[in-house]
Antibody
Framework: QLQLQESGPGLVKPSETLSLTCTVS??????????WGWIRQPPGKGLEWIGN???????FYNPSLKSRVTISLDTSKNQFSLKLSSVTAADTAVYYC????????????WGQGTLVTVSS | QSALTQPASVSGSPGQSITISCTGT?????????VSWYQQHPDKAPKLMIY???KRPSGVSNRFSGSKSGNTASLTISGLQAEDGADYYC??????????FGGGTKLTVL
């Protein structure tokens, strides 16, 4: 059974860089045609797609966040990561990592989510 | 990119059927058969209920069905049950090679 687990600081200061890691267990992130991605949800609000990375390393980002986002793979650790720079209070959210099958909207496995608060 | 448009709330009695709409444009919902629907209970991760407009993942009840007409996708839940009460989100691929979610719909089972 595939499992995804987010980890990283729960508190980030304004203007700094938010860094999160998603550790995948029960399967390899470098096998198969999958996209590994990040979605966030501000408290009490809806879901927002941040971006994803193909198993080959190609990246795709939300146009509204593209200038601040970097998603990368670490196949040696079976992890993928999110970096969001120049954060503000508006970036406070629960951040989810998830897997999507290529050529489909089949996004089946999600992490439990981690709350990141941006505050001084 | 603008969020897809969903009604803020819908409600229905046990046993009834309800439909949640998700309206986009020809650059997202209308242009691709990559629309999915998620169910989210409070403080839980979203759960995939429908993908590729009308396909149901293994284990999801056949009371859930999806469809699309033009720029609007729909999720129908038949035989409403108390546990169906949750937030529902649609999601679509876009012409920008990105994905966009709907604003979410709160389903109340009366």
């Amino acid at each position: 059974q595939l499992q995804l687990q987010e980890s990283g600081p729960g508190l980030v200061k304004p203007s700094e860089t938010l860094s999160l890691t998603c550790t995948v267990s029960g399967g390899s992130i470098s096998s198969g045609s999958y996209y590994w991605g990040w979605i966030r949800q501000p408290p009490g609000k809806g879901l927002e797609w941040i971006g994803n990375i193909y198993y080959s390393g190609s990246t795709f980002y939300n146009p509204s966040l593209k200038s601040r986002v970097t998603i990368s793979l670490d196949t040696s650790k079976n992890q993928f990561s999110l970096k969001l720079s120049s954060v503000t209070a508006a970036d406070t959210a629960v951040y989810y990592c998830a897997r999507r099958s290529g050529g489909s909207s089949y996004r089946d496995y999600w992490g439990q989510g981690t709350l990141v608060t941006v505050s001084s | 990119q603008s969020a897809l448009t969903q009604p803020a709330s819908v409600s229905g009695s046990p046993g009834q059927s309800i439909t949640i709409s998700c309206t986009g444009t020809s650059s997202d919902v209308g242009g691709y058969n990559y629309v999915s629907w998620y169910q989210q209970h409070p403080d839980k991760a979203p759960k995939l209920m429908i993908y590729d407009v009308s396909k149901r993942p293994s284990g999801v009840s056949n009371r859930f069905s999806g469809s699309k007409s033009g720029n609007t996708a729909s999720l129908t839940i038949s035989g409403l049950q108390a546990e169906d009460g949750a937030d529902y989100y649609c999601n679509s691929y876009t012409s920008s090679s990105s994905w966009v979610f709907g604003g979410g719909t709160k389903l109340t089972v009366l």
